[in-house]
């Protein structure tokens, strides 16, 4: 796709924000600092809609990035940075089980993992959780650039085995440097739209 205007729509921070319409949602989920913000921002071709930070932990709501006014992109916060506080993991939980597990728009959640290390519990703990409730997922292993390509592959089979992955289920390397692996993430975003 072809991304003509992006526009941040809404930040919500309870349920009450979740903008309403029926517009085709895809959400980012991941660890802290796996690049969520990065991604999104290579598959929209615009450096910084989504703010990337160094720190981990900066993204604080659920972010609503509407695209050519047909499809949206939200980011969520991440999991499993400990420098944020209980009581704050606590406060974004059932938000985000409540906009995971019962968003009707929403077509599929890209789940995205650091392609140099194993799943790590969140992360495996993240997509039993997809699984179970049965939501379309799109695995993207970032920061796929850091690595050589026999490193990779190894990795990538590493990731899939660590998740429990399916033969059949998607699993995109990818590099925000580089940009490998947007094509094919937009492609399966295609699909799901």
Known sequence: MKVKEAVLKAAA???KDFPSWDMPEFSFIGRSNVGKSSLLNTLIGRKNLARTSSTPGKTRGLYFYLLNDKICFVDLPGYGYAKVSKKERARW????EDYLGNRLNLRACLHLIDSRHPPTEDDQQMSNWLRLHTIRTITVATKA????????????QVIGKGLGLFEDDLLVPFSAKT???RDEVWK??????
Request: proline share 4%.
């Open 179 to 181: 940009g490998n692996g």
């Open 188 to 193: 399966a975003i295609n699909n799901y739209i």
């Open 93 to 96: 939980a059932p938000i985000i």
């Open 145 to 156: 650039d850091k690595l050589s390509r026999s490193a990779l592959l190894k990795q990538i």
């Open 13 to 15: 921070y309870n349920t």
